[in-house]
């Protein structure tokens, strides 16, 4: 790659037949629309001649595979699971109370199950060392983005840390091994930290480094379904996982009744296959090198912006107080911070999204022990229909990929990432209305009158809220985000799941709602209000490559705006050869 290609940084930066206002005029006239429209027929004749030449990069399936054994592990480790109903003629022969007490151990998280009744630990000492591991999946997005962007590159970045999410799965299955006598809490804090560090430094690396598979814009359309891909990949592995990991821990093995270690080392085992096809797919890669300590560099522009602008005021010509910082630090960069700024702005209705999507597994779970879960001889058990939502997720988002998203691009509706982002939020809060009527008609009805499949409606629109708003964040952070930011500015959209839990715990905590009527359409309030400043803020966002952008060019008749039709993203339609 060469070194004008190297630096680019989010489309901005000056190239031949792309003046902005740092490049000196050369001749006086017409010229600027003559450079504008030869570098639009260059573009137009490379899309010509690559279109036929471009195939769907092979390097994205071990991508894939590394994300759906990582959800696999994940969840199977701390996600709801499911009573083991595949066992039940052997309970039933163990007898009612036996069998009750197999199916109320599966049905909670494997892991808080293990530090409860392997290792000895309270179930207040339980909760800690959960949430902790927990809180150490959703700060280490943020190194691991810095890492990648900085320093290693996305393929090293994965490779490292899956190789470390590998020995974290080895220590927790070796710690519950009792014969080998191992200090059974050391070695599972040590398992439970590197697996922290591995999930999380990896999460916001995965999907950039697939985007950064495809060359743009020929394959604009590929990448937006990759992206789609990746979603419905990440809820089988998770909904797989949650299914398999307590039906493996309820065998008896080494003499025990419990299985841990084979519940804990399948995962151990999966990641470290897919870290030798990983190794192994290297020649197929588009890998493209870190660019320095960028976090650094853009904090320091800030800085000096913010000192400059303070201290001297607005410069002449300055359109936003950052270009103050143009002549210490550089256009590109400073344009790059101008995009970090506006996506974080963009950025704002997250948290308040996952806030409202994580009580799945908590309000809603509670909800759902107030209804008849009995179907026939069966019966569903409050934990089970939340899966529901992972289910319609795997069921419509095929279909809406194959049928429902072409139809409506060709009535011009939910083309951008920000459209379907506006009607995932308004999905979520919809989610919020039908699950405060229903908490009406049970109060009506009373507890165990109405039925559990009465649910299926909030989780309807949350798993379309799903659909439309969580892959629209990741394909809008990726297209987005300047080359040097994509894995840090992933990571802090991750961040924002964190900052969601937050706020239900205050909100909760504060203990500000008289019944749950109230919280559910509290909150289907705020998503709706949040979403509605949302959308103002959408209308007036501009992308990145957006056509007919106004951009400054010097002639000999001084500034004047031109407006130049820009293809796409530079920074998109390179690709190192």
């Known amino acids: 790659m060469s070194a004008r290609f190297a630096k680019e940084g989010n489309g901005h930066q000056a190239s031949p037949g792309h003046p902005n206002e740092d490049t000196p005029p050369a001749k006086s006239g017409p010229m600027p629309q003559l450079v504008g429209l030869e570098a639009a027929l260059e573009a137009a004749a490379d899309d010509v001649g690559q279109k036929k030449k471009l195939r769907y990069p092979k390097a994205v399936f071990p991508i894939i595979v590394n994300e759906f054994c990582e959800r696999f592990s994940f969840y199977g ?98 710690a519950s091994w009792r014969a080998l006598g191992l200090p059974g809490l050391e070695t599972t804090c040590a398992g439970l930290l590197l697996i922290g560090v591995g999930t999380g430094g990896i999460k916001p690396c995965v999907s950039s480094f697939g985007g950064d598979q495809f060359v743009l814009p020929q394959q604009q359309r590929r990448l937006e379904q990759f992206f789609s891909i990746f979603y419905f990949v990440i809820n089988a592995g998770g909904g797989l996982g949650m299914l398999l990991a307590p039906m493996m821990r309820v065998q008896s093995c080494l003499g025990e009744d419990t299985c841990y270690p084979l519940s804990f080392g399948t995962p151990a085992l999966l990641m470290v296959l897919f870290c030798v096809v990983f190794v192994s797919c290297r020649r197929l890669y588009v890998m493209k090198n870190p660019e320095g300590n960028v976090l650094v560099r853009v904090a320091r522009c800030l800085a000096g912006a913010a000192w400059r602008r303070l201290r001297h005021g607005p410069r002449p010509g300055d359109e936003h107080w950052l270009d103050s910082a143009a002549p210490r630090w550089g256009r590109a960069l400073v344009d790059d911070v101008k995009v970090l700024l506006s996506l974080l702005v963009m950025a704002l209705p997250l948290p308040v999204f996952w806030a409202l999507f994580d009580m799945q597994g908590s309000r809603w779970t509670f909800q759902a022990r107030q209804l008849d879960g009995r179907v026939g001889g069966w019966t569903v058990q409050p934990d089970q229909i939340g899966l529901s939502g992972s289910l319609l997720v795997l069921i419509l988002l095929p279909m809406f990929e194959a049928w429902l998203h072409p139809w409506l691009a060709r009535c011009g509706l939910l083309v951008t990432p920000l459209q379907r982002m506006s009607v995932g939020g308004l999905m979520a809060s919809a989610a919020f209305v039908c699950a405060a009527v229903l908490e009406i008609q049970v109060q009506q009805h009373g507890v165990g009158q109405l039925h559990i499949f009465w649910q299926l409606p909030q989780y309807l629109f949350i798993a379309l809220a799903d659909i439309w708003f969580a892959i629209a964040v990741l394909e809008f952070g990726f297209k987005e985000a300047p080359v040097s930011m994509k894995s840090s500015i992933t990571a802090l959209f991750l961040l924002t799941t964190a900052i969601g839990d937050i706020l239900v715990i205050i909100i909760t905590s504060s203990e500000i709602f008289s019944d749950r009527v109230t919280e559910f359409f509290t909150y289907a309030g705020l998503m709706a209000a949040v979403m509605c400043v949302f959308m103002l803020l959408a209308v007036r966002y501009q992308y990145v490559g957006q056509p007919n952008r106004p951009v400054k060019v010097k002639d000999a008749g001084g500034e004047k705006d031109a407006a130049i039709k820009v293809e796409t993203d530079a920074r998109n339609t390179q690709r190192k050869r």
């Open 77 to 174: 480790l701390r996600g709801k699971s499911l009573p083991c109903r595949a066992q039940r003629y052997r309970w039933a022969r163990l007898g009612p109370t036996r069998a009750q007490h197999l199916i109320c151990r599966c049905a909670a998280a494997v892991l808080v199950l293990f530090l409860k009744d392997k290792l000895g630990l309270t179930e207040d000492n339980s909760t800690v060392v959960f949430h902790s591991f927990n809180m150490v999946c959703y700060l280490f997005p943020i190194f691991g983005g810095i890492v990648s962007d900085s320093y290693l590159g996305k393929f090293r970045t994965i490779l490292i840390l899956s190789l470390v999410y590998a020995v974290g799965n080895v220590l927790l299955s070796l």
